[in-house]
């Protein structure tokens, strides 16, 4: 009887220790494979950071090969380097051994550290195959670009975006208030606890009402779904009435009677409140999603999610809002410079990106990014339509302040109401260069009226680049 009793136990504990057994090596194949990717490259992974102590990270360069970011030998090891500094941070990101990495950094870690296909999942063999420089991460940023935009915004807190309008090509992207990386280290307590969120990436992180901006898309969507047309005339008297909200203009303009080309030129909020209210919940919605407002970008540019209402629990007075760019809806500058560049692509968007190429240190092209044509969101005649208007924002509305000599602009200012504060001003729009088309969008927070704030920033950017364009082959 005893011996049957010990066979059981044994037995029993055989069975236990096998189904622990079991269990461990399903974890393991689960780390090796399903979870290999985010685990290998966590920036704050101790084991492979001590292994790239030893190779020099490649180089970060804008679209002509200009330095975003290079490695120095030092006694210890290799220091990092940003020569554009504060300028180019919200781009380029930063490394710290006690920190982690964020921006291109980060997303691009294992082709700068050289690491090309599988090799960075398998721990220390992997230093038998990995070279000891990294591959230089080429981006579409033009730095000449970066620096007129960052130096035009001044010592405001806000964004600006610019696209290639035919390509998505983001030319730059800039955030201000920002950080220096070549201090990271030393400045962290500060930078962390700052009270204007110097880390925060606001062209792709921030998330802000659009306003009036908004107002080109529920243009397009009224003549799109027959609410309206070019030839019905609104009459404005400053203010509408739906139920219990009461929707003003902006200092309490009256338009009087207007067109569809008119109120887009004077930023009419009656008109557009009440298209809005025309189109209801589901064509409201159903425009966001046409736009891409519902469909993230899952790429290197690491987007906010796109915050908007549950529309069909808005009562007429949100809905009202949602025309004019308020109630819940909360985009980025990316997003609201994407939406230009459709009026200004014959209603084509094109999906923005950053990394152009990766090249391996001699040069040679290991990867290459291929323009994609991401949405189709309306018909070429209606976007161009709804450039003319913009256009007209700028020869003639309340966007006349980022009007250029010679140079066709198109435009929407933007006033957005924010809870926290002071309103936000926005200006976004595109402009035809000699050499191509570009998309922007700016918003400068707390600062009030967007066509006296932001649109100056247009014009001095555009200018840069024609002066710039000028000057080169």
């Not at 102590?53 to 290079?70: E, F, N, P, T």
């Not at 997003?335 to 990766?358: E, H």
């Amino acid at each position: 009887m005893g011996n049957r009793n010990i066979k059981k136990y044994i037995v029993n504990s055989a069975v236990f220790f096998l189904g622990l057994f079991l269990i461990l090596m399903l974890y393991i194949t689960y780390l090796q494979t399903i979870d290999s990717d985010e685990l290998a490259n966590n920036s704050l992974n101790r084991r492979s950071a001590q292994m790239d102590d030893h190779i020099a990270r490649g180089l970060i360069v804008d679209d002509k090969g200009r330095k975003l970011a290079y490695s120095e030998k030092t006694a210890s090891g290799f220091s990092r380097k940003y020569p554009l500094g504060e300028i180019a941070a919200p781009v380029t990101g930063y490394v710290g051994k006690n920190l982690g990495n964020a921006g291109i950094e980060a997303y691009a870690n294992a082709d700068l550290l050289g690491k090309t296909g599988d090799l960075h999942k398998i721990g220390p063999l992997a230093q038998l195959f990995t070279a000891d420089q990294g591959n230089t991460v080429k981006l579409t940023i033009d730095a000449s670009i970066q620096k007129a935009a960052y130096d035009a915004l001044g010592n405001r807190r806000g964004a600006v975006v610019v696209l290639d309008s035919s390509t998505g090509a983001v030319l730059a992207m800039v955030s201000r208030p920002s950080f220096n990386p070549n201090s990271l280290e030393q400045d962290w307590n500060t930078l962390q606890n700052s009270p204007d969120s110097v880390l925060l990436n606001r062209a792709t992180q921030g998330l802000y009402p659009p306003g009036s901006t908004i107002k080109p898309m529920i243009a397009d969507a009224s003549l799109k779904e027959n609410v309206t047309n070019t030839d019905e005339i609104f009459n404005c008297p400053g203010y509408l009435d739906v139920g219990n909200y009461h929707l003003v203009d902006s200092h309490g303009e009256v338009h009087g009677k207007v067109n569809l080309k008119e109120a887009l030129t004077e930023s009419c909020n009656v008109t557009f409140g009440t298209l809005a209210l025309r189109l209801g919940a589901s064509n409201l919605e159903n425009t966001f999603d046409r736009f891409g407002f519902k469909k993230s970008l899952d790429n290197e540019l690491s987007e906010a999610n796109i915050q908007l209402p549950d529309f069909h629990h808005l009562n007429d007075g949100e809905i009202s809002q949602v025309g004019i760019g308020q109630s819940t809806v909360l985009v980025t500058p990316l997003r609201m410079a994407m939406l230009a560049s459709v009026f200004a692509n014959q209603g084509v968007m094109m999906k923005p990106y950053l990394i152009d190429q990766i090249l391996s240190p001699n040069n040679i092209i290991i990867k290459k990014s291929h323009v994609e044509k991401w949405l189709e969101v309306t018909s070429a005649q209606r976007a161009q339509l709804i450039k003319s208007y913009m256009e007209n924002v700028v020869q003639h509305g309340t966007g006349t302040e980022a009007a250029v000599s010679g140079i066709v602009i198109a435009g929407k200012t933007g006033t957005a109401e924010n809870s926290g504060g002071a309103d936000h001003a926005w200006f976004m729009g595109s402009a035809d260069l000699p050499k191509r088309t570009i998309a922007f969008s700016i918003i400068i927070e707390n600062s009030g009226f967007g066509g006296t704030e932001a649109a100056p920033i247009a014009r001095k950017v555009i200018t840069n680049i024609l002066d710039t364009e000028e000057g080169s082959p």
